[in-house]
């Protein structure tokens, strides 16, 4: 076990685009302490979301080097990545993508049980966690049934089932009103804390991104402090 959940180090990444080559990231570097909360900053199209897709070791074509958890990405086979991902990550996105035909019991239930959990443990942990996001009166209700606010935050108990060593977070409020935002950051920053998991978000917010432990910036391709 490392004592950093996530190192980047001269992370870099281009595109092509025709006879032109955009260079999105360029060398940037990152280390998050294991529960500690970073949010990351940066204008539309400056790469956050690139940064966030690199760490969560979901596409390739990356230059430089990702650890998660002390743990080489460059040295896993593919099988080793996708067990990666399921066991040591959490993701929360601006849309919920949740399973529309699943309630929000199901929806946290699932991704347990694709790691090994027998079904009583996996719906106590989903009860557990949807509780403490104040949906206890909600545990059948399907998507279509619940609010915006309520659908994020039972995408926030998904990505918290499995006790991630870290969440990546791309926008995870932006979809939602100011008062909603405030509420459901509120709720996963203190569930992210209350079980040591590490995490990065990705947010325009600058009032929200203060309540972080921690703020970087992405500017031309690269991470800097505060």
Not at 54 to 60: P, S
Not at 65 to 81: K, M, N, P, W, Y
Not at 100 to 110: C, G, R
């Amino acid at each position: 076990m490392s004592d950093a959940a996530l190192e980047l180090i001269g992370l870099t990444r281009s595109f092509q685009q025709g006879s032109v080559t955009i260079e999105v990231l360029k060398g940037a570097d990152l280390r998050l302490a294991r529960g500690e909360i970073v949010a990351l900053l940066g204008p539309s199209g400056s790469g956050k979301s690139t940064l966030l897709q690199a760490a969560g070791l979901l596409e390739g074509g990356f230059g430089g080097r990702i650890l998660i958890d002390g743990v080489e990405a460059a040295d896993l086979s593919d099988q080793a990545r996708t067990n990666m991902r399921r066991d040591r990550l959490g993701f929360v996105y601006q849309f919920h993508h949740l399973l529309p035909d699943f309630s929000a019991e199901e929806n946290v239930v699932l991704p347990q049980m694709v790691k090994g959990a027998d079904r009583s443990a996996a719906d106590a942990r989903a009860k557990e966690l949807l509780e403490a996001l104040g949906l206890g009166a909600r545990l059948d209700h399907r998507p279509s049934q619940l609010s915006g606010g309520e659908q994020q935050r039972v995408a926030v108990a998904r990505a918290l089932a499995n006790k991630p060593v870290l969440v990546l977070a791309d926008e995870p409020t932006g979809n939602l009103d100011e008062d909603t935002a405030a509420k459901v950051l509120d709720e996963f920053l203190r569930l992210v804390r209350s079980q040591g998991s590490a995490a990065l978000v990705a947010t325009h917010n600058r009032a929200l991104a203060a309540r972080m432990d921690r703020v970087v910036r992405l500017e031309h391709g690269k991470l800097v402090e505060g």
